[in-house]
């Protein structure tokens, strides 16, 4: 006769053992921050912000910008439009781009070696922050403006999520350092101001010279570093 062997004892205490042990293996591990955006590093040309009025004075009574590409943070786009600037000694940039959308205020973003050519003397500022700045003569093709501020080089910064900005454990208005990897001109630029909005995605504005200087595009890697220690980026 042919016996069926009985089914093993549970043993119920051994597997509750197991679980606890995996559990709090779980809850032991040190908590993941994120998600992060990637770090993404552009160079940020000439260029002008502009006001639905002032708007209207260059291109004409009813106009709108027109989009030509978007720009990596969402709804920003460079508009087909361009303007000259007249600075003095009549010297000028010719077809400076203008970002959109428009703004409630106008101002002009160059780099160093763009204010030398254009004969100004501009202070490093955050956007926005034009009181006290040097203005100049805007021309587009259906009339002109006399801007009397509102020209400033722009102070190298970076976009970050509220995500972002909690794995760097920064705040709107801190400074961090970009870390640019090269074989020949690597550099680390310091001052890059955070700026935090739930809407951004992670990137650092560079003007052209600071683009140039370090050789961006031959760059072999990008690191952000915030103050007590570094953190790759």
Do not use: W
């Not at 708007?55 to 990596?72: D, H, K, N, S, V």
């Not at 460079?78 to 101002?107: F, H, Y």
Request: aromatic share 4%.
């Amino acid at each position: 006769m042919t016996r069926i062997a009985s089914p093993p004892a549970v043993d119920h205490d051994r597997i509750a053992r197991i679980v606890a042990e995996v559990l709090r293996e779980r809850l032991d591990r040190p908590a993941q921050r994120g998600p992060r955006s990637p770090l993404v590093v552009n160079i940020s040309v000439r260029h002008m912000h502009i006001t639905p009025q002032h708007l209207e004075i260059l291109f004409g009574a009813g106009a709108t910008l027109t989009p030509l590409r978007p720009l990596y943070q969402e709804g920003q786009f460079a508009a087909e439009q361009t303007v000259d600037l007249v600075g003095p000694k009549r010297r000028m940039l010719q077809n400076v781009r203008i970002l959109g959308p428009t703004r409630p205020q106008s101002q002009i973003e160059l780099a160093f070696s763009d204010a030398i050519l254009l004969g100004i003397d501009v202070p490093v500022r955050m956007s926005g922050n034009v009181d006290g700045t040097p203005g100049c003569i805007v021309m587009g093709p259906k009339g002109h403006i006399v801007l009397d501020r509102g020209v400033i080089r722009a102070q190298r910064h970076v976009h970050l999520s509220t995500a972002d900005a909690e794995y760097f454990g920064v705040r709107t208005g801190d400074a961090l350092d970009l870390v640019v990897e090269h074989p020949t001109c690597g550099v680390t630029f310091g001052g890059v101001i955070a700026r935090v909005d739930p809407r951004f995605k992670l990137e650092v504005h560079l003007d052209s010279d600071e683009g140039n200087a370090c050789d961006l595009p031959g760059a072999t890697g990008v690191r952000l570093v915030r103050a007590g220690g570094p953190r790759a980026g």
